[in-house]
């Protein structure tokens, strides 16, 4: 579980857009459609094979949001300081491969076929931004 305390601008602008981002990645990844989104230090992304993912690349945290057009469960939760996100594991890039490694299994997915280039500049650039 990863939270944040938020300040009142990034609170009533950047919030209400990841909640909304949310919801929007694993309806693309349902009609296997890819797209970024950059929320904050956040990204989310879906893919032609019905894949969406949430990630933080700062702390290489990542949560599937949907798989093979399927949308899968995340907990999200805000109050009016703070917000907390359960991740479900961890990611790096090697080479063209993403992979991520679930927490609580220990179960480590390679796969092949996602835009590592793009999660790669994307991932740069906020840690350039936000580092």
């Known amino acids: 579980m990863w939270g944040g305390r938020l300040s009142s601008a990034y609170r009533a602008n950047e919030l209400s857009r990841f909640a909304e981002e949310i919801k929007y990645i694993p309806r693309r990844a349902a009609e296997h459609d890819g797209r970024f989104v950059t929320v ?16 933080d690349p700062a702390d290489r945290l990542a949560a599937r949001l949907a798989r093979n057009g399927d949308p899968e469960d995340l907990y999200f939760e805000e109050t009016e300081a703070r917000f907390a996100i359960g991740w479900k594991g961890n990611y790096r890039i090697a ?37």
């Open 95 to 131: 080479a063209d491969a993403f992979i991520y490694t679930d927490r609580d299994t220990g179960r480590v997915l390679t796969i092949l076929g996602y835009p590592i280039q793009r999660l790669a500049q994307l991932g740069s650039e906020i840690s350039n931004m936000f580092g």
């Open 40 to 55: 904050g230090s956040l990204v989310l992304f879906s893919t032609g094979t019905g894949d969406a993912w949430l990630l």
